[in-house]
């Protein structure tokens, strides 16, 4: 059962979902219709356990035929740093194995910020570089962190416009040990996007689902800006298309 809830700003659409089937398929019908409008389309795409069921529904659309990723380009909102591709918990390993390997989309046209590269500047440079000649992502999905983080921009004092390199907080690093085999190999640094791709995006896809996420989701949508909840930014976008399920909306 969907229900329809409108931040206060009017540009944030909520809907809430009786499942994470349900909420996944509605994110990607919504990526599909955009898909099927511009063929080379940019997708903006993002790691986590959240965004697996965009990435299933996207590829049963595909086997089925009714999408073709051959002209479309895609640029990830962030890596752990240090950590290189082959490695089996980089997001490059987890892209290609969650969507790119399972659909036609060309490789060469999928960028994941290295995880190595030895000037990071300039790899962060480079990729802001590389998605404003593109035009920005048409579509960026996004997950959301238990703290309100997108990508890996923290809590803080202040908003990150570009690509930065940053420092894990240990709410994330605990969050993200569940994925490696104990808490010390969680990398503490990464490279992600900053506000200043995530916001020029056309719009944006936002899913997350359970209670944990509740106290992000209610900061998100209806605690005002604030870069203490990196996700509130998000207020100031002029198309945000949110698909949450019943707990995570429990605050709202
Ligand atoms: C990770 C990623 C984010 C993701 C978030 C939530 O650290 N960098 O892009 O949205 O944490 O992850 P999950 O969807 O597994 O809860």
Redesign the pocket.
């Known amino acids: 059962m969907e229900k329809l809830y409108y931040g206060y700003n009017g540009n944030i659409k909520v809907g809430i979902f009786g499942s994470y089937e349900a909420l996944s398929e509605a994110a990607a019908e919504f990526i599909a219709a955009r898909m099927k409008a511009k063929p080379d389309i940019i997708l903006g795409l ?6 697996v069921g965009i990435y299933d529904a996207l590829t049963r659309m595909y086997e089925a035929g009714e999408l073709d990723f051959s002209a479309v380009r895609s640029f990830n ?2 890596e752990y740093y240090p950590l290189p591709p082959e490695n089996d918990q980089s ?1 490059r390993y987890f892209m290609n194995k969650n969507l790119f390997d399972r659909v036609n989309i060309d490789k060469a046209n999928t960028r994941v910020p290295s995880g190595v590269a030895a000037d990071v500047e300039k790899e962060c440079a480079e990729y802001d570089a590389a998605l404003a000649a593109a035009g920005g992502a048409d579509v960026q999905v ?5 703290n309100g ?4 921009n923290e809590p803080d004092g202040f908003f990150t416009a570009a690509t930065h390199k940053v420092a ?1 907080t240990e709410n ?1 690093i605990k ?2 040990a569940r ?1 490696f085999a104990s808490e010390e190999e969680v990398p503490r640094f ?1 490279v ?1 996007m900053g506000m200043g791709a995530i916001m020029s995006a056309k719009s944006i896809v936002l ?2 689902n ?1 209670e ?2 509740a106290q992000a989701v209610a900061s998100m949508l209806t605690g005002g800006v604030d870069p203490l909840c990196p996700a509130s930014i998000l207020q100031l976008h002029p198309d945000v298309n949110v698909f949450i399920d019943e707990p995570a909306a429990k605050l709202l």
């Open positions: 993002a790691t986590g356990s959240s965004p909102l962030d997001y996004l997950g959301i962190g238990g983080h997108i990508g890996f894990l994330t969050a993200n994925f990464a992600t899913v997350a359970g944990a996420k």
